[in-house]
């Protein structure tokens, strides 16, 4: 069985992707359409605003480094009237000030080119979470688990599994794409610090901490080793009503 993405699920979030790099913002335009979002773009502040002014969006992924207009200059003309859109800047190397000027200016998050896609989708669902709570129920179920995503909690029929927080990072990556395989370089990516990697091989050390956990020996299993590619969450998953 196929699932998409769980927490998009029927979404009509509206995302405006103001990037000037042809092929990037194409391939972010992409991702995201792909991930069941409504996609808008620009290549400059201007045409941007003007984009935000014509269909407002729920999320704006701005670049800082733009022809004409530059992220800051948006951002703060968004700010100074009042607009409360979040935002995930993405800023180059080396752009170290730049960065913390950004997030005090009122950026959501940042992210560091060269990032992966995954990266980004990562970020802008924890924005969307955040700041979209009614759209992304922090509950989830999947065969006998319950998951509070915000609160860092696994449930097995009732009882709290002692997850620590990078296991339960990696299970959240997981259970938010059933179905989907996850590289170990994707899962790496994705549940640690850009600058603190480790071997693949800790991660399949964290995805057996994570089967025992999950009681796997005791039944079905619930994370399927795909082949040599990676990892998978089997079980489909419902969001919980609250
Ligand atoms: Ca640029």
């Given at each position: 069985m196929v699932n998409s993405p769980v927490l998009e699920r029927d979404s009509v979030i509206h995302i405006l992707v103001v990037e000037?790099?042809?092929?990037?913002?194409?391939?972010?335009?992409?991702?995201?359409?792909?991930?069941?979002?409504?996609?808008?773009?620009?290549?400059?502040?201007?045409?941007?605003?003007?984009?935000?002014?014509?269909?407002?969006?729920?999320?704006?992924?701005?670049?800082?480094?733009?022809?004409?207009?530059?992220?800051?200059?948006?951002?703060?003309?968004?700010?100074?009237?009042?607009?409360?859109?979040?935002?995930?800047?993405?800023?180059?190397?080396?752009?170290?000030?730049?960065?913390?000027?950004?997030?005090?200016?009122?950026?959501?998050?940042?992210?560091?080119?060269?990032?992966?896609?995954l990266e980004l989708i990562a970020r802008v669902k924890a924005i969307l979470r955040r700041t979209r709570p009614v759209d992304h129920p922090p509950l989830l179920r999947s065969g006998p688990f319950r998951f509070d995503l915000p609160r860092l909690e696994a449930k097995r029929e009732g009882r709290m599994l002692e997850l620590t927080p990078r296991e339960f990072r990696i299970l959240e990556i997981l259970i938010t794409h059933p179905g989907r395989t996850h590289s170990r370089k994707e899962v790496l990516q994705l549940a640690w610090e850009p600058d603190a990697r480790p071997s693949a091989r800790t991660v399949d050390v964290h995805i057996a901490n994570l089967r025992r956990k999950l009681g796997e020996e005791t039944g079905a299993p619930w994370i399927a080793t795909v082949g040599g590619e990676g990892y998978r969450w089997v079980t489909s998953v419902e969001t919980d009503p609250l």
């Open positions: 000037d790099e042809p092929s990037l913002c194409q391939l972010l335009v992409n991702n995201l359409t792909f991930e069941g979002y409504s996609v808008a773009a620009a290549g400059d502040g201007v045409p941007g605003l003007a984009a935000h002014a014509a269909r407002r969006a729920d999320l704006i992924v701005l670049d800082l480094m733009l022809p004409q207009m530059d992220g800051f200059a948006v951002l703060k003309s968004l700010r100074d009237r009042r607009d409360e859109v979040p935002v995930l800047m993405l800023t180059a190397r080396g752009e170290e000030t730049d960065r913390l000027q950004g997030l005090s200016l009122g950026a959501d998050d940042y992210l560091v080119k060269p990032f992966s896609v």
